[in-house]
């Protein structure tokens, strides 16, 4: 199934996720408006990605919270790729005269759609929307809908990257997992997608039912000898509204799940894999630039059913959420109206969404990125800023906002400091956590 789903939502601390996609250059308009005291102030506007949610699946898994439907019969491509295209247009407006960094085609299974369908969303996104030469275009693909020849022809349409939903190629593990390929089709779908675009992600999963730490390094080993440039290695966690939270499988204990994450990332590291971001591994030049614009905290227009944007103004930074249902969103686009909600980030909300964001990435973010990026003063955080200091989950360096070890590994407790104040705003977190921004089922 998108990041998400979708692209990453409103922000909130959520639990380690079962599964999530992997997944900036350009140079935006000034917007030298003058703005309220109480809000942003913007000179230069931040980079612009573009999502596409894709919303059907051939089967949901069962570990899945996303906003991902089962494909009953056809899938009405013709219909939703007008729909989105004129999604798009109608959103222009708000994007005008900017240059979009990144497309990312999410689900979902987004290999459903036929390659000419993909084709024309591609043609009529380039069509409306000037895209930075080389822009990255990564599409979502389940092994269990591999066609070698429908990949290569997803490469002559545009997309240049792949983001392969693998999981495990264990054949008990995937069927634990309820996902419709086995091991052997996802071996080939990888090879081929290697051999197609070179440009490749590998999602794996890990802490399995009943997952043993060689079990999981078998996984890893399978994903290593293909060589891929990106592997994204997510915790199995048990989200609300999923059969496996209403049903449990028999999981690893805590302390069998550190020990195979703490033997992921070595295994990782000593294979020449740089631990980006929480979840993410890339060999040097290949971390995903579509969502390192998410943790930058850069802008992002979301189209498609459930997808979420995030788009600054001179003067205020706003959010927006796409009709969720397939069926409704088709029906509202056809009467102009794409927007379930919309609303204005606050002065108090924005430090907790640029942290919950920026704080991700193991090598953190320049300090002068928060002022860009929020269009607010760094001082507007300067009491929990201090305070996560203190407790050593921040490193103490005026340049760089970057969590420490300790604040990597109960990232909750750091980003906790950035909450509001107000007590209705606080939720309840765990202290481990693995933060993802778009989420998959492919």
């Known amino acids: 199934m998108g990041t998400d789903n979708d692209a990453p939502q409103a922000p909130r601390l959520p639990a380690r996720r079962a ?7 350009g140079h935006d308009r000034p917007a030298k408006v003058a703005a309220p005291s ?3 102030s913007f000179i230069t506007l ?3 990605a573009l999502y596409v949610h894709l919303p059907w699946c051939l089967r949901k898994c069962p570990y899945c919270d996303f906003n991902s439907h089962e494909a009953r019969g056809e899938v009405p491509e013709d219909a939703y790729v007008a729909a989105l295209l004129r999604d798009l247009e109608l959103a222009l407006p708000k994007v005008w005269g900017r240059r979009v960094v990144s497309v990312f085609l999410g689900g979902g299974t987004p290999s459903l759609f036929s390659a000419a369908a993909i084709d024309r969303l591609l043609a009529g996104i380039r069509a409306r929307l000037p895209l930075v030469p080389g822009a990255e275009v990564t599409l979502e693909a389940n092994p269990g809908t ?9 490469f002559a349409a545009g997309v240049n990257r792949l983001s392969l939903g693998i999981q495990s190629f264990d054949a008990a593990k995937l069927r634990a997992l309820g996902r419709v ?3 052997d089709e996802a071996r080939r779908a990888a090879e081929a997608a290697l051999m197609i675009f070179g440009n490749v992600n590998l999602d794996l999963m890990y802490a399995l039912p009943e997952q043993t730490v060689d079990e999981a390094l078998g996984d890893l080993a399978v994903a290593l000898s293909f060589s891929p440039p990106h592997l994204s290695c997510y915790h199995l966690t048990l989200e ?3 059969l496996f939270f209403k049903a449990p499988p028999p999981l690893p204990d805590e302390d069998t799940s550190a020990d195979i994450e703490g033997a992921v990332q070595a295994t990782l590291s000593r ?10 591994y890339a060999r040097p030049g290949y971390p995903c630039q579509h969502n390192l614009n998410y943790w930058q905290f850069g802008d992002y227009l979301g189209i498609g059913a459930g997808a979420h944007s995030k788009l600054s103004y001179a003067d205020r930074i706003e959010r927006e959420l796409r009709w969720k249902q397939p069926k409704q969103y088709l029906a509202k686009l056809a009467a102009d109206d794409p927007l379930q909600e919309a609303h204005a980030v606050t002065r108090d909300e924005i430090g907790f969404e640029f942290m919950l964001n920026a704080l991700r990435l193991t090598a953190g973010v320049p300090a002068a990125g928060f002022g860009e990026r929020t269009g607010y003063s760094l001082a507007l955080v300067a009491r929990p800023l201090r305070m996560a200091i203190d407790k050593g989950l921040l490193e103490a360096d005026p340049l760089v906002l970057k969590p420490t070890p300790l604040g990597r590994r109960f990232l909750n407790d750091l980003l906790e400091l950035f909450l509001p104040a107000s007590p209705a ?10 933060l993802d921004a778009t989420g998959t089922g492919r």
């Open 19 to 25: 599964s999530g996609r992997d997944d900036h250059t």
């Open 38 to 40: 109480s809000g942003p």
């Open 46 to 48: 931040p980079p612009l």
């Open 146 to 154: 591999f066609e070698r020849q429908k990949f290569a022809d997803y």
């Open 181 to 183: 390929h086995d091991g």
């Open 240 to 242: 609300p509204n999923t």
């Open 271 to 280: 294979a020449g894999y740089s631990h980006y971001e929480t979840s993410a």
């Open 425 to 434: 705003r606080r939720r309840p977190a765990p202290t481990r956590i693995h």
